[in-house]
């Protein structure tokens, strides 16, 4: 405890203090690298890694992007693999009787992320002891037969051919700190850590699977982990030639006749004993199998903004570590807007410390601002403090409605706030309309529009791979809205099959994320068109043209700029008025624009 003690003694009150049932832990939200003169400018070093795929997770480690990556061509990493998803399979099999198929013919390592989990495998083996760790692992190499269970280790542990051919992985492999636990399980700042999950499950793999002419089958268990890998955004982080296993993995599965213990342990045996049938397929299978180029070009401009964000990270944890507050904000506020773009959820855990820092200052009008960011994209009940002066007199005029609440306590500011808010509602029309602005920066600007308005709004498709590219909520009724972005599709646009059924699984995953909201379809925005004769939309899937939502988001602003001139109590009238109209509201919202069936311009 002594070396962390001495680094964190002084900066007490500007750490993260996470409380479990088992522990206290102080921590820096963010790594201050340049405080550290071995990481600072002047020092040549030299970084390697065989698993990094995009910088971001190097960039947040080191506070510095990379200017001269070598890559020389090796094969680590590279042999062959059929990687199986426990969700898959249509019998349901279970995993310890599969595992003791396994086990008649191949010897079989386990890999859990804890000790809990590995009390499931005590029929099979325990974990050793740390004392003789090293010892039972060279026997386990040596022998001919067994198991061996391998608890939260993902690297330095070699078991290359003939010493291991077979894998079950029960769980995602995850981090064993506080922060990481409340960042991704409490905040589901999934994005955050799918780079980092994405090298830990290269990292994995690697274990039994060590160069080219390495072969191997992979058992993938645990409903995260499954879900992570059925997830093409996900899949994306991976290295090539394991996106194509992954692939290649779901295609055997679908084709797979019977799925039974001894199935599963059969299909196994056929790539370990090198049958001509299995070599044949993968030879000829897996150079053609591929995740799709949207999926590779998003993931792409994704991590190259949050590589940037990571770069403003570590500025502002030096700052902070230095007593320089005013550049602690500023690197993070020169970062917020485009963060938000990339990843809602982690710019609202940026507005958490800024918050803090302002509210140290006692400038509590700012901070209670970004806790209301913060609170809007990670939870409503995030435990910050909610409510300034403007807040407590909206309740006290008796505001009800999410709408209502935001425009009456705008109002107490004066015209002044109430022209600030229409600017930035005009400022989300316009680059719904701006040609040459990115598809995700449109998105982003629905969901801030209604984040705006006082609504829980996110984006689904962009935090969890799945789901609409927005939705709005009202937090206090069943209303709700959600939107599909086409709109960088062509004019006039043609609507086919793929984004037909896109839609049709976005209302499936609605009812089945969010069934406490009474979704009544979802909204495509985009340019006018025709809907592919192959498709078959269903009645719930309505077009809206581009320009007609942004016209309905203009509307809205101008009737609240036409407030400005009024007095204090017609000014107040009106806006209460607004804030109680079902029209305002997100199933208003979704009904006056859902207006034209996409089944009604088939083709």
Known sequence: MLFPTLRLSDNLGNCAILVSSTGIEITPPFIPTGVYGFLGQGVRRVYLSATLEFETDFVRGFGRRITNQIAPDNDAGNGERLILLSSLFKDKPDKKEVAAEVLKKNKLLVSVPSYPKAQAWKHVGSPPAKANFSAELQAFRQATSGAFILVSRIDGIDLPQDTCRVMLIDGAPSGTSLIDQYLFQHLSLSNLFSTKMAGRITQLLGRINRGRSDYGAFLINGGDLNVWLKTERNVALLPPLIRKQVILGQTVQDGLEGSKPHDIASLISQVISRDAGWLAFYRDTVDGLEVSEDALRKVKEREAQLAASAVAECQFMTKMWQGDI?????????????????????????????GATYENAADYETANAHYKKARSRLSAWLNVP??????????????????????????????????????????????????????????????????????????????????????????????????????????????????????????????????????????????????????????????????????????????????????????????????????????????????????????
């Open 326 to 354: 005013e550049g602690a904000r500023k690197a993070l506020l020169d970062v917020l807007d485009d963060t938000a773009t990339a990843d809602p959820k982690l710019a609202g855990w940026y507005s958490v410390w800024l």
């Open 386 to 603: 909610f409510r300034n002066d403007a807040d407590v007199k909206a309740e006290a005029d008796g505001a009800k409605t999410a709408l209502q609440k935001v425009l009456l306590a705008t109002n107490h500011h004066g015209p002044q706030a109430i022209g600030d808010l229409v600017w930035k509602l005009k400022s989300k029309a316009k680059t719904l309309l701006d040609k040459s602005t990115s598809s995700t920066a449109k998105e982003e600007a629905v969901r801030q529009y209604g984040e705006l308005l006082g609504f829980d709004a996110s984006r689904p498709d962009n935090e969890y791979g799945k789901g609409p590219d927005v939705i709005w909520t009202e937090p206090d009724t069943v209303g709700c809205v959600a939107f599909e972005l086409k709109t960088e599709k062509n004019d006039p646009a043609e609507y086919n099959k793929h984004e037909v059924g896109q839609s049709m699984n976005h209302v499936q995953w609605l009812k089945d994320n969010e069934g406490d909201k009474a979704w009544e379809g979802v909204l495509i925005v985009g340019p006018p068109g025709v809907c592919k004769s192959e498709a078959s939309p269903s009645d719930d899937i309505f077009l809206v043209e581009t320009t007609a939502l942004a016209a309905r988001m203009t509307e809205f602003a101008a009737k609240i700029d036409d407030t400005r001139g009024r007095t204090v109590m017609e000014r107040w009238t009106i806006l209460n008025e607004i804030g109680t109209l079902s029209e305002w509201q997100p199933a208003g919202w979704f009904r006056s624009l859902a207006k034209t069936p996409l089944k009604s311009l088939k083709k």
